[in-house]
């Protein structure tokens, strides 16, 4: 039996399209007030940047970060409420992770040639690492194109988004996951949806966000990717807290966050299911954001080759004298850091920025 008009006007889809925008209408700013106001698209509140000056000065108790969060990420509808319930993530990364940096950048190298040389092939069989694995999907060429020395259209961010999130996946979860597509997939889309569905709820009341999120297919598929998280994560967990409780001597403990957070982790915090939970919050920060400069700062390369042999040859002298990549290198990559820095200027992640003149 056909549908009726009047039926289809009042599917539940069209009936949440008509509530978002009467809120829009409603909590629209008509003034030109310079006091804080609610931007109903973005779900801020602006004010004038000589607010921050007393903002330094607010006690403690007055600020939580994580309420914060909460309120902007809206908690339990996108599964950040994690973020209330523990800080360990972040105390392990300013200590432990942060101390240890040094110890990173061999295994960081060796992820970022083989993750690089996997999305961004140069030739076949280029890398002997990747002739003993079985083949992945190549998502990111066009169809029609063959053979070795033809060029190839590349879809530089999914690229550069499965790069980003293998060489983040060996710091912070070990090398037991960075490998693995399935679990770089669950990362990307955990991230992607959590903010499509923050998108779509800030349209709306607060008090609708828990019934409405029963209705966004991204709310589903953040869920869906939390859960594949965690059958992946917690039998790695678990495994390294028996190894930890056995006392084995000869147990080589991993050199990521993951191992640092399990022995940092009191309480509730010990539970395996919180701590793949939490892995994935870092995540949420990371890939992205690197992501996206990169990718911007190639289209602004190819804009301007002119840069290129100056920038390489930076790169060159620098690696040379100081016999590979060391803990400092980076530092004395002055032309490279100064053109990443303009195009972040030209395309930040954000368009809301401001300059704070104390």
């Given amino acids: 039996m056909a549908m009726g008009a009047s039926q289809a006007i009042w599917s539940p889809g069209?009936?949440?399209?008509?509530?978002?925008?009467?809120?829009?209408?409603?909590?629209?700013?008509?003034?030109?007030?310079?006091?804080?106001v609610r931007a109903p698209i973005v779900g801020r509140w602006p004010f004038e940047p000589y607010f921050l000056t007393g903002l330094r000065f607010k006690r403690s108790s007055m600020l939580h970060l994580g309420e914060g969060y909460k309120k902007n990420l809206y908690g339990k509808s996108t599964t950040t409420d994690i973020l209330l319930k523990s800080?360990?993530?972040?105390?392990?990364?300013?200590?432990?992770?942060?101390?240890?940096?040094?110890?990173?950048?061999?295994?960081?190298?060796?992820?970022?040639?083989?993750?690089?040389?996997?999305?961004?092939p140069t030739s076949q069989g280029t890398n002997a690492a990747l002739s003993s694995l079985p083949p992945l999907p190549n998502r990111n060429t066009d169809k029609g194109t063959s053979g070795t020395d033809e060029w190839?259209?590349?879809?530089?961010?999914?690229?550069?988004?499965y790069v980003v999130a293998g060489v983040t996946t060996r710091a912070i979860s070990g090398s037991q996951l960075c490998r693995k597509r399935d679990w770089l997939s669950t990362c990307i889309k955990y991230?992607?949806?959590?903010?499509?569905?923050?998108?779509?709820?800030?349209?709306?009341?607060?008090?609708?966000?828990?019934?409405?999120?029963?209705?966004?297919?991204?709310?589903?598929?953040?869920?869906?990717?939390?859960?594949?998280?965690?059958?992946?994560?917690?039998?790695?967990?678990?495994?390294?807290?028996?190894?930890?409780?056995?006392?084995?001597?000869?147990?080589?403990?991993?050199?990521?966050?993951?191992?640092?957070?399990i022995e940092g982790a009191r309480g509730d915090d010990l539970e395996p299911g919180r701590l793949a939970h939490l892995q994935l919050m870092v995540n949420l920060a990371g890939i992205h954001t690197t992501?996206?400069?990169?990718?911007?700062t190639i289209y602004d390369l190819c804009e301007h080759p002119e840069y290129k042999e100056e920038l390489r040859e930076e790169v060159e002298e620098v690696l040379q004298s100081d016999g590979g990549w060391q803990k400092d290198t980076y530092k004395k990559l002055v032309k490279l850091d100064s053109f990443l820095k303009e195009s972040q200027r030209f395309s930040p992640p954000t368009l809301r920025q401001y300059t704070l003149h104390w």
């Avoid at 190839?152 to 988004?161: D, F, G, T, Y």
């Avoid at 991204?218 to 390294?240: G, N, Y």
């Fill in 14 to 36: 069209w009936l949440i399209v008509i509530l978002a925008l009467f809120c829009s209408l409603v909590f629209r700013d008509f003034g030109g007030t310079t006091k804080g």
């Fill in 191 to 261: 991230t992607e949806n959590i903010f499509i569905t923050v998108l779509i709820l800030r349209l709306f009341p607060r008090v609708f966000h828990e019934w409405i999120s029963g209705f966004l297919p991204s709310s589903w598929i953040t869920h869906i990717s939390l859960r594949r998280a965690k059958k992946l994560l917690v039998p790695i967990i678990e495994e390294r807290q028996r190894q930890q409780a056995s006392g084995n001597e000869g147990y080589e403990k991993p050199l990521d966050l993951l191992q640092y957070m």
């Fill in 87 to 120: 800080n360990l993530q972040a105390r392990v990364l300013r200590a432990q992770l942060t101390q240890n940096l040094p110890n990173l950048v061999a295994s960081s190298l060796e992820e970022i040639e083989y993750a690089t040389e996997r999305e961004l």
């Fill in 152 to 161: 190839k259209s590349i879809k530089i961010n999914h690229a550069l988004l």
């Fill in 291 to 296: 992501s996206a400069a990169i990718t911007h």
